[in-house]
């Protein structure tokens, strides 16, 4: 079955950087994107950016442009999402998710990785 | 970039009951909306879309409707798993957007 396996929680400190894995399987990875979300404690759902697993063209939000850097290795079907220079408003559960593509273009995203706690704290 | 908001943001309801959702975007978004459930520490699920198909494997209780600016998610005879809170989400265009989400809980 599809599924995407998210790495397991972190704690960084303030200015630190972290790197969040989500490895894919049960489809053809290149086929399609990659998003990640996050949502902070007791928040709603953010969207970060997303990646095509096909050609590796990336496109972030606004307010994380210069922080965030999204990759993909297709040898092993994972997606990497790493944040930079963190805040404690960074701390949150971050997800990744599959986006379906149609013609070249991403649309809605099932399924979703677990999530991987990020804390932010000194 | 494209808003969403949603409507109510909380409520509260009885099994059984039928219960709308509202959604509605900043500018015209056409059909490309979805809809995702989430449950306390739990990552989202899709429910439907393009704003009115539904996922297979989700209950044909739940169902969406709308284009262009303003849409809904109906659920016809709530049961007790349907507790949860439920996103909208615009993929029209990048930046993508969920709605801040509406809580439904139990009276």
């Known amino acids: 079955q599809v599924q995407l396996v998210q790495s397991g929680a972190e704690v960084k400190k303030p200015g630190a950087s972290v790197k969040v894995s989500c490895k894919a399987s049960g489809y053809t990875f290149t086929s399609y994107g990659i998003s990640w979300v996050r949502q902070a404690p007791g928040q709603g759902l953010e969207w970060m950016g997303w990646?095509?697993?096909?050609?590796?063209?990336?496109n972030y939000a606004q307010k994380l442009q210069g922080r965030v850097t999204m990759t993909t290795d297709t040898s092993t079907s994972t997606a990497y999402m790493e944040l930079r220079s963190l805040r404690s408003d960074d701390t949150a559960v971050y997800y990744c998710?599959?986006?379906?593509?149609?013609?070249?273009?991403?649309?809605?995203?099932?399924?979703w990785g677990q999530g991987t706690l990020v804390t932010v704290s000194s | 970039a494209i808003r969403m908001t949603q409507s109510p943001s909380s409520f509260s309801a009885s099994t059984g009951d039928r219960v709308t959702i509202t959604c509605r975007a900043s500018q015209g978004i056409s059909s490309y909306l979805a809809w995702y459930q989430q449950k306390p520490g739990k990552a989202p699920k899709l429910l439907i879309y393009a704003a009115s198909t539904l996922q297979s494997g989700v209950p044909s209780r739940f169902s969406g409707s709308g284009s262009g600016t303003d849409f809904t998610l109906t659920i016809s005879c709530l049961q007790s798993e349907d507790f949860a809170t439920y996103y909208c989400?615009?993929?029209?265009?990048?930046?993508?957007?969920f709605g801040p989400g509406t809580k439904v809980d139990i009276k």
């Open positions: 998710a599959r986006i379906v593509m149609v013609r070249g273009h991403p649309n809605w995203f099932d399924p």
């Open positions: 990646i095509s697993a096909y050609n590796g063209n990336t």
């Open positions: 989400q615009q993929y029209y265009s990048y930046p993508s957007a």
